[in-house]
């Protein structure tokens, strides 16, 4: 069974900083997929990056990059130049290689953008 | 296209009422998902379905069944709700035909029961 945590249940940053969510995780698969997830008000989900375990150069999608630390299990999110629009939910997420059996999800992280 | 369409988006239920929660992709996806979402709590799965004709449970599967009447649906059903399922229902969708794929939401349901 594949495990996922988060554990900082809510986070604040100033507007145009930076800020680092963490989230680790477990599993006994060799080949799997890590996501994050923004959850805004609205709640729709919506992806923001992904990495695969097997690839050691980390993922970046314009303002979003990853740290990911596949010895320690470590898959953390780095948002720079915080935006208003950043404020949401972020969920961390693992799949099992396949994926067709599902994701598992850390409990989430409430980011808070102060201007 | 309009992604995955989740039916209805809230719904108020007494104890032992029972209800069903119908979710459509339209993106050829060949796996399907349903998940509830609780306060505090991240997203867990309760089941799915990784090929038209087939099933499985997920982690929180007890009070419910689901049915993958088609490619494009799959459906969730309570037979006897309880306060208990009180909690967000999203659905999603994937292609696992290519690892990695992500996976894509609905908008979710409210569900309340009293």
């Known amino acids: 069974a594949q495990t996922v945590t988060q554990s900082q249940p809510e986070m604040s940053v100033q507007e145009a900083e930076t800020v680092t969510l963490s989230c680790t995780y477990d599993t006994s698969e060799s080949d799997y997929y890590l996501f994050w997830y923004k959850q805004p008000p609205s709640r729709q989900m919506i992806l923001v990056i992904r990495?695969?375990?097997?690839?050691?150069q980390n993922a970046t999608e314009n303002r979003f990059s990853v740290n990911f630390q596949k010895a320690a299990k470590s898959f953390s999110l780095k948002i720079s130049d915080s935006q208003l629009g950043d404020a949401a939910m972020y969920f961390c997420?693992?799949?099992?290689?396949?994926?067709?059996?599902?994701?598992?999800f850390g409990k989430g992280t409430h980011l808070i953008i102060q201007p | 296209n309009a992604g995955v369409t989740q039916t209805p988006k809230f719904q108020v239920l007494k104890t032992g009422q029972s209800m069903t929660l119908q979710c459509a992709q339209d993106m050829n996806h060949n796996s399907m998902y349903w998940y509830r979402q609780d306060p505090g709590m991240g997203l867990r799965l309760i089941y799915y379905?990784?090929?038209?004709?087939?099933?499985d449970k997920g982690e929180v599967p007890n009070g419910y069944n689901v049915s993958r009447l088609n490619k494009r649906e799959f459906s969730l059903r309570l037979e006897s709700a309880a306060p208990s399922q009180t909690s967000v229902y999203f659905c999603?969708?994937?292609?696992?035909?290519?690892?990695?794929?992500?996976?894509?939401f609905g908008p979710g349901t409210r569900l309340t029961v009293l």
């Open positions: 999603a969708s994937s292609d696992t035909r290519r690892e990695g794929d992500e996976q894509f």
């Open positions: 379905s990784a090929s038209e004709g087939t099933t």
């Open positions: 990495q695969e375990a097997y690839k050691q």
């Open positions: 997420a693992s799949d099992s290689g396949g994926g067709a059996d599902g994701l598992t």
